[in-house]
């Protein structure tokens, strides 16, 4: 009697602990960023909020800094189905889908209640399925900030004359364009390979987020900054469209909500982050700058053409579509 007593109990803890398993869906989920990073701490806030939302259903697995896989690989493991989710910045989808780097458009999203809109609207939407058309499904776009850092030793740089033969940190060939317009001479480099050029003199002036000018430690190598509105970058979260499909509704709904929650939770972060930089740049014995109204419309009226030719030539159809879009906003 007692062997079959315990061999009852044996059973109905077994299935007790396949179900608990069968219940946890797992969701690994890749980045490149660091975990002190603002834009990082909002994908563990994502991620825990769908494992509440979800009731534990999805087991949310974050790896950051290129931990499980390299930034440059992201976006195709996910499409094998090796891991579930990932996040890639604009520049990691530059060669696969050149459309991304619509944000690069000088001066177009110039502020926060801009890129509150994004979530929805047109130029997010067409986005949306061109990285559908690729086997991946948009989940949540997460912006830093609209302020840009253009540093530099011993002058600021404002004026067109002052990028005359500059080499600067550059972002790739269409965001390149508008600064070849201006007579700079760009080179494609991350902020981390930025530094050490900026140290060598290898490049006159590195071109980045604000909050990444301070993250980055440009102020050791450099000694002046303008910031101005130039752009805006993001890391977008995708998942693999057959894993996701085959979720159930309530989960589905738990990554939608958390997603549409971090939106608004990145940019939130990312302005706290970029309005305590200058002080903190300052604090590091940078010359901070602040373009005004008219000196930002000289050099839109000179960037921005440049990189309309190159991104539509590059884009096509779609690439019209978007300037339109975005302008639009």
């Known amino acids: 009697m007692n062997s079959f007593f315990g061999a009852i109990v044996s059973l109905v803890l077994m299935i007790s602990f396949t179900s608990t398993l069968q219940a946890a869906e797992i969701m690994r989920c890749s980045h ?36 499980l896989v390299k930034a440059t690989r992201n976006a195709a493991a996910v499409r094998a189905g090796e891991l579930e989710c990932a996040f890639s910045g604009n520049s990691q989808w530059r060669e696969s889908l050149p459309l991304m780097d619509i ?27 061109n990285i ?5 499904t948009n989940v949540t776009w997460l912006f830093t ?8 030793k011993g002058r600021h740089i404002i004026t067109p004359s002052d990028f005359k033969d500059l080499r600067i940190q550059g972002l790739g060939p269409i965001s390149n364009a508008a600064f070849e317009a201006l007579g700079a001479r760009p080179v494609d480099m991350s902020d981390k390979q930025t530094y050490d050029a900026l140290k060598s003199s290898n490049l006159d002036a590195g071109l980045t987020n604000v909050s990444s000018a301070l993250s980055s430690r440009y102020y050791e190598v450099q000694d002046h900054v303008t910031i101005l509105p130039l752009f805006t970058l993001f890391y977008n979260g995708y998942v693999n469209t057959t894993w996701y499909n ?19 939770w990145a940019i939130e972060a990312s302005e706290i982050s970029a309005a305590a930089a200058p002080k903190l740049l300052e604090d590091e014995d940078m010359q901070v700058y602040i373009a005004t109204e008219p000196e930002i419309e000289t050099l839109k009226n000179i960037m921005r053409p440049a990189f309309n030719k190159k991104y539509r030539d590059v884009t096509g159809k779609s690439g019209s579509e978007l300037i339109t879009f975005v302008n639009e906003m």
Do not use: C, Y
Not at 248 to 263: F, H, L, R, T, V
């Open 246 to 264: 085959a979720l159930p509704e309530k989960n589905k709904q738990a990554i939608k909500d958390a997603s549409a929650k971090a939106a608004i």
């Open 32 to 67: 490149p960023l660091p975990p002190n990073n603002h834009i990082a701490k909002v994908i563990d806030q994502w991620a825990a909020e769908i494992e509440t939302l979800s009731e534990n259903d999805i087991d949310v697995q974050i790896n950051g800094a290129n931990s």
């Open 103 to 129: 944000t690069l458009e000088p001066f177009a999203l110039r502020n926060m209640d801009i890129l509150k809109k994004w979530r929805g609207s047109p130029a997010a939407n067409l986005l949306e399925q």
């Open 145 to 152: 900030t609209w302020r840009t850092a253009i540093t530099s």
């Open 132 to 136: 559908a058309d690729t086997g991946l």
